[in-house]
């Protein structure tokens, strides 16, 4: 039986994210099929006058949301997305005072499987910086989010291996499942992922827990542990996936994730925990640390 194809909505910001989610896409086009929509999220800056303005034949709105389809098209073709790849409606714009909502909005209507984000303007090559829109759908997005560090040189192969990050819990379980299944789907290779940071914030003092030396070999032991259940848990599922393990050690999160080989064609999932009725994300610190320091694209999935 065919696959459905991965349906992606870029949030698309002209001038202001860089191409960095278009690349994205181009990617993961490359991978398998996909639909691809762009969604932009008009805001006025002013506040509106007159209830007339509200109107579906509000000028401003339709002369931006021109503009920002023209810049897109430009994009998409620089990135090499091709018509083919596109929705019946590939581009849509809204007006809205809160861009997360807006987009987590157009995203349901697309029945989207992930909202793909550029990086905040000025954030280092290799890393994404999350602004004040993706920051709030970290916190609340119902659907998947892909994270695009800024001027990261992908794979022309698409993707060429799937990275989780894994501590044995119920988000760890959910986010190795999906990536499980997106290595089987894809034929790509899964590695298990642990870290063991080592800083002031790994514990409280110095005093009375040993040498940060002795304290990094028993967390690289737990770390291990948890990995190996976790290969269990794949296998379980997947007799015949191909699966690797590596435990990712240095002095803050910076230097643990930079401790591991990156691939160009390597994606990163992380699971996030879901809060209350309305299936908020939370980013805890330990995922908003990965998401900041990791240089490949990442994959926040809700539990």
């Known amino acids: 039986m065919p696959h ?25 086009a490359r991978t398998c099929e996909v639909r691809i929509r762009v969604a932009t999220v008009l805001s006025r800056g002013w506040p509106l006058t007159s209830l ?18 023209r810049s897109a098209r430009a994009a998409l073709k620089a990135a090499g997305i091709r018509k ?3 929705d019946d409606e590939p581009f849509v714009s809204v007006e809205s005072s809160s861009e997360a909502t ?37 916190h609340y997005s119902p659907i998947a989010l892909g994270l695009s560090p800024r001027g990261r040189r992908l794979s022309k192969n698409g993707v060429t291996r799937i990275n989780v ?19 089987m789907k894809w034929d790509v290779p899964l590695r298990l992922l642990a870290f063991t940071p080592r800083g002031a914030t790994m514990y409280p003092t110095e005093d009375g827990f040993g ?10 032991e737990q770390a291990l542990a948890l990995i190996d259940r976790g290969i269990d848990r794949a296998h379980t599922r ?3 996936l191909h699966v690797e393990a590596d435990v990712g050690s240095g002095h ?10 990156w691939k160009k064609g390597d994606l990163l999932i992380v699971g996030s925990s879901t809060l209350g009725h309305f299936g908020r994300v939370f980013i805890g610190s330990s995922t908003n640390q990965i998401v900041r320091h990791c240089p490949v694209p990442t994959l926040i999935t809700p539990s």
């Open 252 to 261: 803050g999160w910076e230097d643990a994730l930079g401790a591991l080989k």
């Open 238 to 240: 997947y007799p015949d």
């Open 102 to 138: 807006a987009l987590t909005k157009m995203a349901e209507d697309f029945g989207a499987d992930v909202i793909l984000l550029g990086s905040q303007a000025h954030t280092p090559t290799g890393r994404f910086r999350a602004g004040s829109t993706a920051d709030a759908l970290l």
């Open 52 to 69: 007339a303005r509200l109107s579906d034949n509000d000028s401003w709105v339709m002369r931006e949301g021109r503009n920002s389809e």
């Open 165 to 183: 990050s894994y501590i044995d819990t119920p988000q760890s379980h959910t986010a190795l499942k999906r990536a499980a299944d997106l290595a």
């Open 4 to 28: 459905s194809p991965l349906r992606i909505l870029i949030a698309w910001r002209p001038g202001r994210n860089g191409a960095e989610a278009m690349n994205c896409a181009a990617w993961l």
């Open 84 to 86: 083919g790849m596109l």
């Open 211 to 220: 040498s940060s030396e002795d304290l990094m070999i028993e967390w690289r």
